[in-house]
Structures are given as C-alpha cells and as structure tokens.
C-alpha cells in the first residue's frame, strides 16, 4: 500500500511513522509512506500557502493552487513509477483506485470499519488542512472523502493523518504478527475489548481471575464476553446504539 501525505510541517511525522509496527511494515515492504512539503509546491518568494478568505471573517484560508498541484504531481509520478506508454484506460483505473482524503474536523468520523476499508486501498493521498480549512474548490474538485478523528478541532490535520494512518495500517495483510489481534479488540464487533492480564497471577494482592487460569476455553469465552458487555454498557452505551442502528 502507498500512502502519500502533503503537509506544511514535514518535520512533524519521521518521530511517529519512523518507529515501531508503522516502521517494521515499511521495512518489510508492505507500507510506503512518502510525506510532500506543500510550499514546494508554490511558485512565489515566500511559498505562501494560505490566503484572507473572501466575504471576511478570522483567520487564513489554505489556497487551492498549490493543493491541487501536489495532488496531480503525485499522481503523475505514481503513473510513471507504473511504466511509461500505459493505456488511458489503465491510467484511469488506476486513479480509481488511489483515494484522496482530507484530513478535517468535518469530514466523517473515523472507525475501526472506514479504517479496514481504507486499507483495501492501493493508494492513498491524504491532505493535512490548516487554519480555517482549504478552499472550497479542494473539495469539491479533488476530494474522495473527508476524514475527522473527533468531533474536536485541533490546529492541523497531521496529528489526525498520524493517526488514521496507525489505525487502518494495522488491518493490512501482515503488518499485525497474529491475524486475529484485530478481530477480539475493541470496537471490532460493537463491544469495548474484555479486561486483559499476564504474568505474575498475583501482583501487589491484585490477582488474576480464576477462571483465566483454568484452561476451560470455553468457559474462558463465556467470561470475556460478559466482560466485553459489562464494560461497553458501563463505559460506552453509545457503541450498542450505534451497532444496533447499523443492524450488528
């Protein structure tokens, strides 16, 4: 899978995409990550991004040129690292098949289910906005979908595109080392994730349940299960509406 992410803070994603499982599914080939500076972009002295929004208001409004020049310079290399002298039509597919994501507080809020769809994906370009938003012409001319992580603002969208690209990185075909730690966890089946222990059996007279030491799979099941329900109950009652809406 390749995922391409323009940003005007570059600097901001080596720490976090450079190190752990995101690192070992780069080193292994499964994931390619390739982050874009928009200011290159730019064709004046200052590389300016942004601009005064018309009709007034606060703030800057994040410009559409250099937007949409680093998406078709994106897409443009992607068909050339795929051969010279393609067929239109396979050229076409192949868009097809690369998404563009806008990373925004209004955008759709991102699940364990979008991310595992996402992740289907050959080919990502993921936008990071800014100040008061992009132009409107980003959206609507370049835009496959827009992505929140919460329904919160936070001062750009590269911690959400970290964020998006940890989770649905995960449901890639061997990124995780045991397929099934992504079908037991939390929001997986509308539940909150059951209470996990490891050794020692006892740690400061805080014991492990019985019941998990007992070898009895079945009644082990049974257990997490309950557990599963007890918690999203107490914890998360919206998740059991929200399955329960969608027919889960």
Sequence with gaps: MII????????????????SIIKRAQESGRLRLMVHNLRDYTHDRHRTVDDRPYGGGPG?????????EAVEAIKQSC??????????????AGHQRC????????????????????AGAEHLIIICGHYEGVDERVKRALIDR?????????????????VLIDCLARFIP???????ATEEES?????????QYTRPPVFRDITVPDILLSGDHERIATWRKLQSVARTLSSRPDLRATSEANGR
């Design 146 to 162: 827009a992505i929140s992580i919460g329904d919160y603002v936070l001062t750009g969208g590269e911690l959400p595109a970290m």
């Design 79 to 92: 068909d050339r690292a795929k051969g010279e002298g393609v067929p239109g039509g396979a050229r076409d």
């Design 4 to 19: 391409d992410i323009i940003t005007i803070f570059p600097d901001m994603f080596p720490a976090v995409l450079g190190a």
């Design 99 to 118: 998404q563009t994501i806008l990373m925004s507080p209004q955008g759709e809020r991102c699940s364990s289910a979008l991310a595992q769809e996402l």
């Design 174 to 180: 061997g990124v995780i080392g045991h397929a099934q």
């Design 187 to 195: 929001f997986a089946d509308g539940w909150l994730e059951y209470p």
């Design 60 to 68: 800057m409004v994040m410009k559409a040129e250099p937007i949409f």
